[in-house]
């Protein structure tokens, strides 16, 4: 499997595992047999609400001997809720706990919005705190300090603007990795030369389209990725599923890619698509498809009185 190198010489696969919406019950199967068939990149929230099943998964297969913590690229990210220096910390004490870890290899900012100690959904404008009252360079000093203290390899954001990572000015450690939501609905080409530039990885969630999100989630007539005629096409010509040619699209641009699935047969088609070759006339097609189309669009933080708005968000 290929994968991104870090300055200390890590390496990330590039193609992981993706637990969001990954069902208590089922996430903890799906991770065993990932694992089982060769995934080595993990990739978690707290927000998630499985981090406890997913570490007793990774407890066992590692007793089993089937692969030992070095091996695997585990990923996690810092909810809203614990934006403050001191928080972070303790927030990433708990997922270590949870995951049954000592360390991880990936630690994100999941957003750049920031709310009350005790709120996890914000229901109201006074659930937030603005970023002038949690400013991001205070979330991220207490990131550092999560680096400093080995309970994290590298650390990173998660659904940052551009604006937003140059924000990040007084930075020791710069973010080496940056994950948002990337597939030929949402190529993100400024976002991605930014990050060759400056050295930061993305990473693409939602490479699928993300269907299994909540109904509350959804636009009317949303889109298909799976279904588009341009994909399944390019899939047909190789005798392949849709989804590996998006997958692919995304390696082939030099992004990981963390498709979510609980589903054996595809979890076993999502990791095969790192075997797929397009060509420069199939990535050309792919890239005519841009739309600006975003799956997860953020409107849940900018509920009428919230200091964030989708403007700012998205820059
Ligand atoms: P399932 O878990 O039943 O396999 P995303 O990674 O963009 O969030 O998308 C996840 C959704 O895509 C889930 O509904 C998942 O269902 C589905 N999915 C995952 N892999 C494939 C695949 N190879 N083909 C079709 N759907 C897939």
Redo the contacts with the bound molecule.
């Keep these: 499997m290929q994968s991104l190198s870090f300055n200390n010489n890590d390496k990330m696969p590039i193609l992981g595992l ?1 637990t ?2 990954a069902d208590p019950g089922g996430v903890g199967k799906a991770v065993q047999e990932a694992v089982r068939i060769g995934y080595r990149h993990i990739d978690c929230a707290a927000i998630y609400g499985n981090e406890a099943e997913i570490g007793k998964a990774l407890e066992e297969v590692m007793q089993t001997g089937l692969v030992k913590r070095d091996e695997l690229w585990i990923t996690s990210k810092l909810w809203n809720n614990a934006h403050a220096r001191e928080e972070v910390s303790i927030a990433l004490k708990k997922t270590l706990a949870d995951l049954r870890l000592d360390y991880l290899d990936l630690y994100l900012i999941h957003w750049p919005v920031a709310t009350r100690p005790e709120v996890i959904f914000p229901r109201k404008a006074d659930d937030f705190f603005s970023l002038a009252e949690m400013p991001l360079n205070e979330t991220w000093a207490g990131m550092e300090d999560c680096v400093e203290n080995g309970l994290t390899k590298h650390i990173g954001v998660s659904n940052f603007s551009i604006k937003k990572i140059e924000e990040l000015n007084s930075a020791k450690i710069r973010p080496e990795v940056n994950q948002i939501e990337l597939h030929p609905y949402l190529q993100q080409e400024e976002m991605l030369n930014y990050c060759k530039k400056h050295n930061i990885y993305l990473t693409a969630y ?7 999100r909540p109904e509350a989630m959804k636009a009317a007539n949303e889109p298909s990725l ?1 279904e588009n005629s341009t994909v399944v096409n390019i899939a047909q010509a190789h005798g392949c ?1 849709a ?1 590996q040619v998006l997958l692919k699209w995304a390696i082939q641009r030099g992004t990981s890619v963390i ?5 054996p047969d ?1 979890l076993a ?2 990791l095969d698509a790192a075997n797929l070759k397009l060509s420069n006339q199939e990535m050309a097609d792919l890239a005519k498809l841009e739309r600006g189309f975003r799956y997860v669009n953020g409107e849940f933080w900018t509920m009428e009185g919230s200091p964030y708005t989708l403007t700012e968000l998205w820059g």
């Design positions: 993706g969001w919406k939602s490479p699928l389209g993300s269907g299994d799976l599923k989804a498709p979510k699935s609980t589903n595809r088609e999502n």
